[in-house]
């Protein structure tokens, strides 16, 4: 079971994010922005952040940008999702996440990247 974050401010998405991700198995823990999910990473020490890129009051970019100069959050896994192709979001997130998703997404996808960034087979 791996401890993972959700940072996304569609309340619908984080919710089906969750379930999905505990019917799998995992502890899953839920933030509505960039600056609440800075504060989940220090208190949830998570194994995986799956993070919006753009959302209100810090916007994903930001947070990733603050994880990454953060040594004890800089090699915590990262997915990040958008509903912008990857191509038009790597200009200002390149280097600062592992995984890309798109939305909207199916669920068996998000799973199996999910397993295969945790190092889990598919």
């Known amino acids: 079971m791996a401890r ?3 940072v996304e ?3 619908g998405i984080a919710e089906v994010l969750q379930s999905a991700l505990t ?4 502890d899953v823990m839920i933030a509505i922005n960039g600056r609440q999910g800075l504060e989940r990473v220090k208190e949830f020490k998570p194994d995986l952040v799956i993070v ?6 810090l916007d994903g970019r930001s947070m990733l940008r603050e994880m990454k100069d953060t040594p004890e959050f800089s090699n915590i896994p990262v997915m990040l999702m ?4 990857e191509s038009a ?3 200002e997130a390149n280097g600062m996440y ?3 998703l798109r939305k909207p997404f199916r669920l068996r996808a998000v799973l199996g990247i999910v397993n295969s960034t945790l190092g889990k087979a598919e």
């Open 89 to 91: 979001i790597m200009p």
């Open 52 to 57: 919006d890129f753009m959302m209100p009051v």
């Open 23 to 26: 019917d799998a198995g995992h």
């Open 98 to 100: 592992d995984r890309f």
């Open 82 to 85: 958008s509903s912008l192709p």
């Open 9 to 11: 401010d569609e309340f």
């Open 4 to 6: 993972i974050l959700v």
